[in-house]
């Protein structure tokens, strides 16, 4: 626990977790004498939390040694999220807040961009530049050219730090970087997205289909708990993958697909599940609009045709279809999470959302459940001021589908060459490592170049920092509040997150650098509470609780108001789309001038010589942010290359050795990857875990170790219709000896 | 009282949450672990089959470990737990010698270490911190003598191995198959 | 294709990729305790036998170097434990099924029973040494009367050094290289042969030399022999201890195991020996230091492949 001297007063504004004295719950009398803490009625041993690792946001408790140190995470019982077992991320999130390489002091630029030259300044200083520059770009263009890139529980403070400010270009990459296809796909097909938690009601399912979703090494800690429940059940799970994935080991039915040829095998399964007859009918009826036409553009695709594309035996794909038709409808077409692949993945998308409504299995039991969550209220604050333009300016008529502002579009707009319809001369960029999230680095470097100013909030020194105009330091979620999590799941839940000890050295809260900014800014009636406690207290006892008790509880979950988790026998759902029926066939889509119905598309194949890059997660890691943790590192310290034994005898690679991977455009990775020699993946692909080949020294413990995925992913497809990135376009070839000038460079 | 554990591999996706849970639990130093998890894959693409274990130490019925430790420092607990009293040991790396599975690590403070079920966890009635955590519920541990404790239901229920019986330790750990 | 990773990154210090606990401090002490229980069995035995006159240097002379050596060997034992400021536990606690614990108990027997003996023959190598004190001379009488006893003990405990130190290795099957009982016998040789060897350096007496290159000459072909059967059993055994003897039939350590131990330490020295016998003058410095040195390459080379042996990964 580090000594009050350790950090600077901070002035006024910026109180958050820092209050001393102030109201019987702030942070810093938690850690004061055992004495203390029995007036105070307060746990000393466990604090309430909820994990910032991932999207998961998993409820739990730290424990503290007698000594009031960080000891170890705990999930919480109560919490549905995560019962009570977190994630090796999460349970590894000590490692976060003991990590000696975090940023400790607000940093101003003093040479050029990317340079990383800086000079530490203290927080009044860097706030006031931060504020004067926005100043600025609000006279000299409007506060419309500002954007914000965000991730994480900061979003809300930021967003609203944005929007009060005068701007709405607020892109989460998580969108079109991610998830934003399958989000759009449903709602274009059933008028809901599909949630962060995913609304899969796995821990009931017969058949799990994975088409494009590597549960096992994706860390989604609910459904791993889900599908293991499922196993011991009994579940029949279906994965389609080019690689012999961790699911595909415990899957009775494993269909090493070709890859990029995904949507032809989900038509072909269509037209199994239409022409056998398998599809609920009275479902169907009731919910569904343009069966028919959708009939009729299936008639072709039959189980021999996507034979000669996917290379999946057609009867493999008849059995396969079979066994989904008997569990329906307690059966998932996985939609995935991270979907962004080849450009046409809304429709990929939209086929797996009609193949899940054929079966009767949204809002079914085994199927996907409609989620509920609790009503909290927000802080009163004044209206919005009404932006003159928005991010749709930019480049008008691009990504009519998208819903949520586009992460790449914003970078693009940020470019002067590409004569936006908007310039965008600021960006904002908070909880994420934009240089590794966003594919085309040159791109992004280029974007940077051009703006008036680049403000990084973030914990780590990560890659994006490097180019900042500011860094603001923010300390993590064990050294803070921050807002109520509401996440929507089967029964509405509230979770508190309080900190487990003060911020290390000068780091703030995300709340707390939000305000100051909106201080300086003249917005300050936007953040009406000074420090967050008082805000969640004024939030809790609206809703019948208040802070004392969730900080003993930390999970407050309470009755659905209805018996309607799924749709009940008969019952006259309506759907929010514009027939008020489920979509087959997209309206929607065609009026915007894209395909109602999904086609199969041919894509590029690997060049002679070349292998498709295809990447993925570990349970280890999350994205590249964990990297640096020291007790995450001790289970993976650095990714692998995975290739097949007959490529690997071809050019001479053996097992453990190091290379460099060099793509389609010429560039090669800035560090070397250790090969991995297994039958686990084809010929025509490698693979490699996201996240590693850091290039910042500061990051002590990760620089340098193994390869940036991100870096060899300079091929962008992206998505007409909603702007995501596809980014399994690109193919490497290897290099064994880097000449001494490539080295340099 | 005989405490065994149990993982199903069937369930266990090597997610490795039960290390990291064992190192913030037990204060494992940086660099080492308790427990560790193991993936072995056989077969041609596309025909493969993989198996994916979480291991520690067996807490062998047999230990060779036990027998060969010069001053008793290496011992059996209650039910069977074999544990290293930290002020006995002299660092002399017999045990680490004898241990067929290499589930003894050098501790920095110079005693050796290793894998001691969570004992201060059992005798407060909570499981080891492996199993308390794992997402998939794949760690069983329980008492053995007890008919009617978790893992003895489903040793009955299920069929399951051990490593290298023939070396002929006794290993508590059991995999279910 | 069969494939076995850790998933955890699992990389203990010392135990991966293989076990790397004992450094130079334990191949060391095998070779030095071994040595020593050869000079003392060989002394006692003699001695016990009447053949004191015929045999002196053996007996009175080559002792002087074995609480050197024993003293030695206790602190390189000293220096490899990583928990030492507890060493004394080991005298507070007897343990019968660890051979740890016996070394530990005939090393605290058997090094006061050496230095005894030194002493009880201190005046040949200094004439005239002085006790000074009137208990001394006393404690000298007591054991001069009893020194059939001592030699008994002598011979005994030298005989459980030698053989222990090798039955501590093969208590250890995880090893699978020092799974196999035909180690005690053959660090015994070893030791003995070596133990000859420090006499045949030492004696100036042509009849002793002779008997002596005799005995090491025997020895070695009992080693010889031990070694061949040792390879014939791993390679009939299980699939781990082929893979153990496989490090030295075209593994790492081929080339140091025959040419050091075997050609120089082994085979060469008898050929000299046999020459010596045959009347074709060598030099007795030579074969012996060559027997010494191939009995230090065995320790350090069965010490160093058996950790590298393992049952799992």
């Not at chain 1, 730090?161 to 998580?174: F, R, T, V």
């Not at chain 1, 280890?620 to 650095?638: A, C, I, K, V």
């Not at chain 3, 605290?108 to 030194?118: G, K, L």
């Not at chain 3, 405990?157 to 196999?180: C, D, E, K, Q």
Request: include cysteine; charged fraction near 20%.
């Amino acid at each position: 626990m580090t000594s009050r001297r350790d950090f600077i007063r901070i002035s006024l504004m910026g109180a958050g977790v820092l209050a001393i004295g102030k109201g019987t719950f702030g942070a810093a009398k938690l850690l004061s004498s055992p004495d203390e803490a029995k007036k105070l009625k307060v746990d000393l041993k466990r604090t309430p939390t909820y994990c910032e690792v991932c999207f998961w946001k998993c409820a739990g408790w730290v424990y503290k040694t007698s000594e009031g140190k960080i000891w170890k995470i705990i999930g919480n019982d109560e919490d549905q999220h995560c019962n009570g077992r977190f994630c090796p991320r999460g349970t590894g999130g000590v490692g976060m807040y003991y990590d000696e390489d975090r940023l400790k002091v607000p940093m101003i630029r003093v040479e050029e961009r990317g340079k990383q030259v800086f000079r530490e300044a203290s927080w009044d200083e860097a706030l006031e530049y931060v504020a004067g520059k926005m100043k600025d770009i609000s006279s000299k263009y409007g506060p419309e050219s500002m954007a914000l890139f965000t991730h994480g529980s900061g979003s809300a403070y930021f967003t609203n730090l944005l929007k009060a400010y005068g701007s709405s270009n607020i892109a989460e990459p998580s969108y079109a970087q991610c998830r934003g296809p399958r989000d759009e796909a449903f709602l274009a097909t059933f008028g809901e997205e599909v949630y962060s938690p995913e609304v899969t009601d796995i821990r009931d399912t017969k058949c799990l289909v994975l088409i494009g979703s590597h549960i096992g090494e994706n860390m989604h800690n609910g459904q791993i708990q889900e599908m293991s429940d499922a196993i011991d059940k009994g579940v029949t799970i279906i994965t389609v993958d080019p690689r012999f994935s961790t699911a595909a080991g415990k899957s009775k039915y494993w269909l090493p697909i070709k890859p990029s040829t995904d949507i032809a095998l989900l038509l072909a399964w269509i037209h199994e599940i239409i022409y056998n007859d398998y599809y609920d009918k009275k479902y169907v009826e009731k919910y569904c609009n343009g069966f028919d036409k959708l009939k009729e553009h299936v008639k072709d695709f039959t189980p021999e045709w996507a034979y000669g594309i996917t290379t999946i035996a057609p009867d493999k794909i008849r059995k396969t279809a079979k066994e989904m038709a008997n569990a329906s409808p307690a059966v998932i077409i996985h939609p995935g999470r991270h979907v962004t692949w080849y450009g046409d993945d809304t429709q990929r998308l939209r086929a797996i959302a009609i193949l899940n409504a054929l079966l009767g299995s949204w809002g079914r039991r085994g199927g996907f459940y409609r989620p509920a969550k609790y009503d909290i209220p927000s802080a009163k604050i004044p209206k919005y001021p009404e932006p003159k333009k928005s991010w749709t300016d930019a480049f008008p008529g691009k990504f009519p589908i998208a819903s949520s502002p586009v992460s790449n579009a914003l970078i693009d707009a940020s470019i002067p060459d590409n004569k936006p319809g908007l310039l965008i001369k600021g960006w904002i960029i908070n909880g994420t490592n934009l240089i590794s999230s966003i594919p085309d680095q040159a791109k992004t470097k280029k974007a940077i170049q051009d703006l008036d100013l680049i403000v990084t909030v973030d914990t780590m020194p990560m890659e994006i920092t490097g180019w900042a105009d500011v860094v603001l330091p923010e300390c993590t979620y064990l050294e803070r509040y921050d807002m109520l999590r509401i996440s929507p799941h089967r029964k509405p839940a509230i979770a508190l997150r309080m900190p487990a000890a003060e911020p290390k050295n000068n780091t703030r809260s995300g709340y707390n650098i939000a305000r100051g900014l909106a201080v300086k800014l003249g917005l300050e009636s936007y953040f009406p509470f000074e420090k967050k406690e008082e805000l969640l207290d004024w939030q809790l006892k609206q809703v019948g609780s208040s802070l004392e008790e969730m900080q003993h509880i930390g999970v407050k979950t309470k009755d659905r108001e209805a018996d309607d988790l799924y749709f009940a026998e008969n019952e006259n759902v309506a759907f929010s789309t514009d027939s008020g029926k489920i979509e087959l066939y997209s309206k929607y889509f065609e009026d915007a001038g894209y395909d109602p119905l999904p086609k199969y598309v041919a894509h590029e194949e690997p060049p002679e010589g070349f292998y498709r890059l295809i990447y993925g997660r570990t349970p280890m890691h999350t994205f590249g942010r964990t990297s640096n943790n020291p007790n995450l590192t001790d289970l993976m310290h650095e990714n692998s290359v995975w290739i097949n034994p007959k490529i690997s005898k071809m050019w001479g690679l053996v097992n453990g050795q190091y290379i460099w991977l060099k793509n389609q455009d010429g560039i090669i990775s800035d560090f070397k990857i250790k090969v991995r020699v297994t039958e686990r993946i084809r010929w025509d692909s490698i693979y490699m875990v996201h996240g590693f080949g850091h290039g910042q020294k500061q990051l002590k413990r990760c620089f340098g170790r193994g390869a940036s995925d991100t870096q060899l992913i300079t091929k962008v497809l992206t998505d007409p219709l909603m702007g995501g990135t596809g980014m399994r376009s690109n193919f490497v070839t290897f290099v064994t000896e880097k000449s001494e000038k490539e080295v340099a460079s | 009282m005989r405490y065994a554990m149990a993982v199903d591999i069937r369930k266990c996706v090597g997610c490795s949450d039960c290390v990291v849970a064992c190192q913030t639990e037990n204060n494992v130093p940086h660099g080492f672990c308790r427990e560790w998890v193991v993936e072995t894959m056989n077969g041609t693409y596309p025909q493969l089959e993989i198996e994916i274990r979480s291991e520690r130490c067996n807490h062998c019925i047999n230990a060779p470990c036990v027998r060969c430790c010069p001053t008793g420092a290496s011992h059996f607990a209650e039910g069977g737990i074999v544990l290293v009293e930290h002020n006995k040991c002299i660092g002399c790396g017999a045990c680490m010698a004898s241990c067929p599975y290499d589930a003894r690590y050098p501790h920095p403070d110079g005693y050796v270490d290793k894998c001691t079920f969570c004992i201060h966890r059992i005798k407060s009635g909570l499981a080891p911190a492996c199993a308390a955590v794992c997402p998939t519920k794949c760690i069983y541990f329980g008492d053995m003598e007890d008919p009617n404790s978790n893992i003895s239901v489903v040793l009955k229920k299920r069929k399951s191995k051990t490593l290298i019986p023939e070396a002929g330790t006794k290993p508590q750990l059991y995999f279910l198959i | 294709m069969e494939e076995e990773i850790f998933v955890s990154g699992r990389m203990n210090q010392l135990i991966d990729p293989q076990l790397n606990i004992w450094h130079w401090q334990i191949p060391l002490y095998l070779f030095l305790g071994g040595m020593a229980a050869g000079i003392l069995c060989i002394a006692a035995l003699y001695y016990i036998r009447g053949r004191e006159k015929d045999y002196s240097t053996a007996v009175r002379i080559t002792p002087f170097i074995a609480p050197v050596l024993l003293v030695f060997g206790l602190i390189a034992l000293f220096i490899d434990l990583r928990h030492k400021l507890f060493f004394w536990q080991l005298y507070i606690n007897i343990r019968l099924q660890s051979p740890m614990s016996w070394g530990a108990w005939v090393l605290m027997v058997i090094t006061p029973v050496s230095f005894i003996w030194c002493a009880l023959h201190i005046r040949d190598i200094f004439p005239r040494w002085d006790w000074k004190y009137k208990w001394l001379y006393d404690i000298e009488s007591f054991f001069n009367k009893y020194k059939k006893v001592l030699a008994w003990i002598m011979l005994i405990y030298g005989i459980v050094l030698g053989i222990y130190t090798g039955i501590l290795l093969s208590a250890f099957n995880a090893r699978p290289l020092w799974n196999t009982s035909i180690l005690g016998p053959l660090f015994l040789s070893s030791g003995l042969s070596a133990g000859a060897a420090a006499t045949l350096i030492l004696s100036k007496n042509i009849a002793e030399r002779k008997q002596f290159a005799r005995i090491d000459l025997v020895l070695i072909g009992i080693e010889l022999f031990l070694i061949i059967h040792m390879f014939m059993g791993f390679l009939a055994s299980t699939q781990v201890q082929i893979e153990s003897a496989k490090l030295f039939l075209g593994g790492p350590y081929t080339m140091s195991f025959w040419i050091f131990v075997v050609i120089l330490g082994m085979l060469i020295p008898a050929l000299l020996e046999f020459m010596e016998l045959g009347k074709f003058h060598v030099p007795a410095i030579v074969p012996a230091v060559l027997v010494i040195f191939g009995s230090i390459m065995l320790r350090f080379i069965i010490v160093y492949a058996g950790q590298v042996s393992r049952w799992l990964y």
